[in-house]
């Protein structure tokens, strides 16, 4: 198995510019869930979808973000627009159930200049 | 004024001592629990798990202790190695009504050769 699959792996944009961050997550897992890591705020859960259905998207900063699972092996963050503090590295992670392990991807660093 | 970062506890120990890693949990209704690693540029990475029924569990020269009474758990790692140096986070979830893990700050684990 790949494991969860993240693209791109770096992005740099500028202030304003739309983002779209990628994730496959490992087949079969049931929940996706997407991150945002900053040496400020440490890891954060952004939201979780299981069965492709948003279940909590409480950590997700403000309008300007939005995240997508239109089928199960695919889900996307979009930031619109973007800015400089929006740079950070975003994982996308998989689990199967709430009784095992979480898989993280490789993680995407965004840069908003 | 002077933005702050995370202040991440700090461990320092030298190549073959014992290492032991500490978190303290915060849900009493936590059922399940994992142990990450992040290595500088990769994403957390699975090291072990332990359910709630059980206060021990070994692995290849790491072990998990679980103490419910005061909500604590450790990671201990035999004869470290300098590839063991990381941030190792804690994440526990709060039963299986709940899909996702809520992690801990992490620690920075530095093993001098």
């Known amino acids: 198995d790949a494991g969860v699959i993240q693209s791109p792996r770096h992005e740099v944009t500028e202030m304003g510019q739309e983002v779209t961050l990628r994730c496959k997550p490992i087949?079969?897992?049931?929940?996706l869930f997407w991150y945002r890591q900053t040496m400020m705020r440490g890891l954060e859960l952004l939201i979780y979808?299981?069965?492709?259905?948003?279940?909590?998207d409480s950590g997700m900063p403000e309008d300007r973000f939005s995240a997508k699972m239109p089928n199960a092996s695919f889900s996307t963050l979009k930031i619109q627009p973007s800015e400089p503090r929006d740079s950070a590295v975003y994982f996308c992670?998989?689990?199967?159930?709430?009784?095992?392990?979480?898989?993280f991807g490789p993680g995407t660093r965004l840069t908003v200049l | 004024g002077e933005s702050v970062g995370l202040h991440l506890p700090t461990l320092s120990v030298q190549e073959g001592d014992n290492s032991i890693i500490n978190c303290a949990y915060s849900?009493?209704?936590?059922?399940?629990f994992i142990w990450y690693k992040q290595e500088s540029g990769k994403g957390p990475q699975f090291i072990i798990d332990?359910?709630?029924?059980?206060d021990k569990r070994q692995g290849q020269r790491v072990t998990v202790l679980l103490n419910k009474t005061v909500k604590h758990l450790s990671l201990q790692i035999a004869a470290t190695q300098p590839g063991d140096s990381a941030v190792y986070f804690c994440?526990?979830?709060?039963?299986?009504?709940?899909?996702?893990?809520?992690f801990g700050q992490g620690t920075i684990l530095t093993v001098h050769p």
């Open positions: 087949s079969g897992h049931d929940y």
């Open positions: 332990i359910r709630s029924n059980m």
């Open positions: 979808f299981n069965n492709n259905v948003p279940i909590d």
């Open positions: 994440a526990e979830n709060w039963g299986t009504s709940y899909g996702k893990l809520t």
């Open positions: 992670a998989s689990r199967l159930n709430p009784e095992s392990e979480q898989f």
């Open positions: 849900n009493s209704a936590s059922d399940y």
